[in-house]
Structures are given as structure tokens and as C-alpha cells.
């Protein structure tokens, strides 16, 4: 195996992975990619929340309830900043230019309290806030997927935004098929999904295709690790 940075170089393979950190894929990166007989995950290239949440939604809308102001941006646009901030330093033009930092997420009662002027920004997006409710917390569901094996779980947290690292609880739940439909239609080989069941029906909050690690659930999460690796080796076994 060889990590390429950039598109300079083209080394002979008749796999490639495309694994940029970011939530667009650069179109040369993809045009790059396209040229290996097969590259896992070259579907998945803009992972932006305006394309992949099922829970956005405009000002207009009939939603009743609470909502939440997210970037469009994974992580809240930190990757862009950061890979911004090196092309700088290295005297190079930005790659993510329009890209802004957004300092946290903002939960609002009901649409009406939303400032008429986020819905104006297209880095921006507005989402139901449906987290799933528990008598200890809160619940979200993270499914964590490469090629046919695949772990998905459900977390239970004290607090409304649920994270990993405020985990008090957690047990394993099926994948709902409509997510799996979602799956096929986003490109994604390998990946990690966050979601919640909200009135029967799983509605998408996030998908990443450079899911990281929380260190309070390191232990659980490379348990499940070798068993991502057989998918993985199941994906480069089709097409070799």
C-alpha cells in the first residue's frame, strides 16, 4: 500500500482509496481518482449536511418544534481551516476559500427564532432537533460500515447533543433499510453514519467517510475493528 498526497504523482495499482479529509472532495482529486480501475468511496465526495441530512429544513417549513443551526461543513468547518491555514503557510492559494468556521451549534426553541439571516448562508443549514429521548438522557445511533460488515449502535447521553465521549449507556440496533437504500445512493464503501429514529423513521443527521475515535470508547470500538477489516479485505476481493 502507498498514501499519495496530492495529484502529482501516479503510481501503478488496481485499487485506490480516496481519503481526503474533507467535506468536499476537490474535483481534481476525483477526476485523479476516476483514473484506477476501481477506488473505493469515489461516490462519496461531497459529505456537506445540505446533501446528506434528512432533518434540514428552510425557512417556510411547517416544523413546530426545536431546532438546531449546524455548518454545512463537517466538524463544524475545522478541517477546512486547518487545510486553509497550511496552503497559506506553504505560500499556496486556499482550497476551501468560502469556507467559515462556525463556533458551535445553536438550538433554538422554533424556526421563528432562527436569525432571518442564517437562512440567507449557504454554509449554514437548519435542521429538527430530534434527538431521541430516554429517561437517563438522550439517544443517537452511529452505524459504522465498511464494505458488508458493519456495527451499528445506539448511545445514550445525559446530554441533548449526544456525543461519544458523554456516553453513559450504549447497545446494538439494527440498520433501518431505508439507511441502507441511503447508503447505495450516497456512493458510500466505507463510512460511519449518525442518525435517530424520530416517528418511526430513521432520518440521517451525518455521514462520514473519515470517521475518527473517541478515546473514552477506544476499547469497544477496536474490538469491532477486525471485523471492519474483513469488509474491507471483502471489497478488494471483488474486484481483483
Not at 190 to 219: C, I, Q, W
Request: with cysteine; proline share 8%; hydrophobic share 40%.
Amino acid at each position: 500500500m502507498r498514501i499519495v498526497a496530492g495529484t502529482l504523482a501516479r503510481p501503478e495499482a488496481d485499487i485506490a482509496i480516496l481519503h481526503v479529509d474533507a467535506t468536499v472532495t476537490p474535483p481534481e482529486h476525483v477526476e485523479y481518482a476516476r483514473t484506477y480501475p476501481f477506488c473505493l468511496n469515489i461516490g462519496a465526495a461531497d459529505i456537506s449536511k445540505r446533501r446528506v441530512s434528512g432533518a434540514v429544513i428552510d425557512r417556510d417549513h411547517g416544523w413546530r418544534g426545536p431546532v438546531i443551526v449546524k455548518s454545512s461543513l463537517n466538524n463544524l468547518g475545522t478541517r477546512e481551516q486547518t487545510l486553509n491555514r497550511r496552503s497559506r503557510r506553504a505560500g499556496r492559494p486556499e482550497p476551501f476559500p468560502d469556507a467559515r468556521l462556525l463556533d458551535r451549534y445553536h438550538i433554538h426553541g422554533s424556526l421563528a427564532e432562527v436569525p432571518p439571516a442564517v437562512f440567507d448562508r449557504k454554509d449554514l443549514v437548519v435542521e429538527k432537533f430530534v434527538p431521541e429521548p430516554e429517561p437517563d438522557g438522550f439517544g443517537a445511533r452511529f452505524w459504522l460500515f465498511c464494505g458488508e460488515r458493519e456495527r451499528c449502535t445506539r448511545h445514550v447521553s445525559p446530554q441533548n447533543l449526544v456525543k461519544g465521549e458523554d456516553t453513559i449507556r450504549r447497545e446494538p440496533v439494527p440498520v433501518p433499510d431505508e439507511l441502507r437504500a441511503l447508503r447505495r445512493d450516497l456512493g458510500f464503501d466505507y463510512g460511519k453514519f449518525d442518525f435517530v429514529m424520530h416517528e418511526g423513521k430513521a432520518v440521517l443527521l451525518d455521514a462520514n467517510k473519515t470517521p475518527g475515535r473517541v478515546r473514552n470508547l477506544s476499547a469497544f470500538l477496536a474490538a469491532g475493528n477486525a471485523n471492519l477489516a474483513d469488509g474491507f479485505e471483502g471489497l478488494i476481493r471483488q474486484h481483483v
